[in-house]
C-alpha cells in the first residue's frame, strides 16, 4: 500500500476524523485505549505534512492545538455532552489544520 507524499495530504479532515474515530472506537469498545491509538495515529499522519509543508514551529502549534482539543473535551462533555464536545474539538482542530497549513495548498 503506497502511502501518499506528506505535502500533498489535506490535514483538516484527518485530525476530525481522529478525534470523532478516537472517541467513537473507545465508547464502542470500551477501550479507552483503543481510542487513543486511533487518535494518536491521526495525529501522527497529519503531523508528517505539517512538518513538511510548514516546518517544526507550525507542527507544534497545531499538535498542541489538536492535543488541547482532546484534553479540553473531556471537560467539555460534562456541559455540553460528549458529542458534542467531540464535534467542538474537532471542529476547532480541523479549522486550525486548515488555516494554518491546508489553506495555503489550496491557494496553488
Not at 479532515?13 to 491509538?37: C, M
Amino acid at each position: 500500500m503506497a502511502v501518499k507524499d506528506a505535502a500533498d495530504v489535506k490535514t483538516a479532515p484527518i485530525v476530525a476524523l481522529g478525534l470523532i474515530g478516537g472517541y467513537l472506537a473507545a465508547r464502542e469498545t470500551g477501550v479507552r485505549p483503543l481510542g487513543g491509538v486511533v487518535l494518536g495515529l491521526a495525529g501522527a499522519y497529519a503531523g508528517r505534512t505539517w512538518l513538511a509543508r510548514r516546518g517544526p514551529g507550525i507542527t507544534a502549534v497545531l499538535s498542541a492545538i489538536y492535543l488541547g482539543a482532546f484534553g479540553a473535551s473531556h471537560p467539555l462533555a460534562k456541559k455540553i455532552g460528549a458529542w458534542p464536545a467531540v464535534f467542538t474539538a474537532a471542529g476547532a482542530s480541523a479549522a486550525a489544520a486548515y488555516l494554518l497549513s491546508d489553506a495555503d495548498e489550496s491557494l496553488e
